[in-house]
């Protein structure tokens, strides 16, 4: 029994169909219907339920991929124990934050890739929680407040924030002293949301109104910059603006909660290698790099 019929087949069923399978595994539909049809001769029975929206898991199917995803995951264990120390093959895919997950988090996927050239690296830049079970990532990245579930996860680092301006705006608006003084200035928003700021150890609510939105922090730094209004934004997103002097922090003394940074991970019971160097990396990261740490801190 092919083992790449086995991984092939479990992307299949993870996927709902051969056309998303194909497009995690990188191949075509051909290859991806090839696989799937030697694994059920061989097996003497019908694995999958083709039908126009894509395939259903028949009753063999399920019980089948549960057997098979544990195989691929006992032959990756055994992989990992004989390659030398360091050396990783296979694939990864990786969902991380588009707000700053390519300017600040690529670089470490592309020293990964670098260091381990058998090694494939697919990653999607996205703010959505992907459904990493259900989509077949090997993990994320999540920046903020973390929502109870069943994924395991490892903290990586602290996500520090603060409310900031632009100079002009400062100048023509004048500057919030305190949490109440927002509701009388212009606010640049992700959505509809609330922003939150420590006064001691309370937190106060505010809920600012604004006529310029974005789904993106970096969107909302560059608006902020050009004078649109006041951004509550993390430290890393507005760095390169404050050393530059085009945002400057402000209200100070109300600092947003401290955020943290985690790599997510499907249930199990060792995480696998790759997804252990990954984590290091960042760990690394946030040690290190200077747009981590609170600014003025």
Not at 85 to 97: N, T
Not at 230 to 253: E, K, R, S
Not at 263 to 282: A, D, M, N, S
Request: hydrophobic share 45%; proline share 6%.
């Amino acid at each position: 029994m092919d083992v790449e019929d086995l991984a092939t087949f479990v992307e299949v069923a993870d996927a709902g169909g051969v056309s998303a399978a194909a497009r995690r595994l990188g191949l075509s539909k051909s290859i991806v219907s090839r696989r799937l049809f030697r694994l059920e001769a061989e097996l003497g029975v019908q694995l999958l339920a083709r039908t126009t929206r894509g395939a259903a898991l028949t009753e063999a199917g399920v019980t089948f991929r549960d057997h098979a995803a544990r195989v691929g995951a006992e032959l990756d264990s055994a992989r990992d124990a004989i390659l030398p120390d360091g050396d990783l093959r296979g694939r990864m895919r990786v969902a991380m934050p588009l707000s700053f997950g390519p300017t600040h988090f690529a670089p470490v996927l592309a020293e990964m890739a670098r260091r381990h050239p058998r090694l494939q690296i697919h990653t999607v830049y996205s703010d959505r929680f992907v459904d990493l079970i259900g989509e077949g990532f090997d993990c994320a990245i999540r920046v903020g407040y973390l929502r109870d579930s069943n994924l395991v996860a490892r903290r990586i680092g602290s996500i520090y924030g603060k409310l900031v301006a632009s100079p002009d705006y400062i100048a023509a608006h004048g500057a919030p002293e305190m949490p109440h003084d927002i509701a009388a200035h212009e606010a640049l928003l992700q959505g509809t949301e609330a922003w939150q700021f420590m006064d001691g150890g309370a937190v106060v609510t505010v809920n600012p109104q604004g006529r310029f939105k974005a789904d993106n922090g970096i969107a909302l730094a560059v608006a902020a910059a050009a004078g649109l209004g006041l951004a509550w934004l993390p430290d890393c997103v507005v760095y390169d603006h404050v050393a530059a002097g085009a945002l400057v922090p402000i209200m100070t003394g109300y600092p947003p909660p401290t955020a943290g940074a985690y790599v997510i991970r499907p249930p199990g019971r060792h995480p696998e290698r790759k997804v252990r160097l990954l984590t290091e990396l960042l760990i690394e990261l946030f040690e290190t790099d200077p747009r981590f740490a609170e600014i003025g801190r």
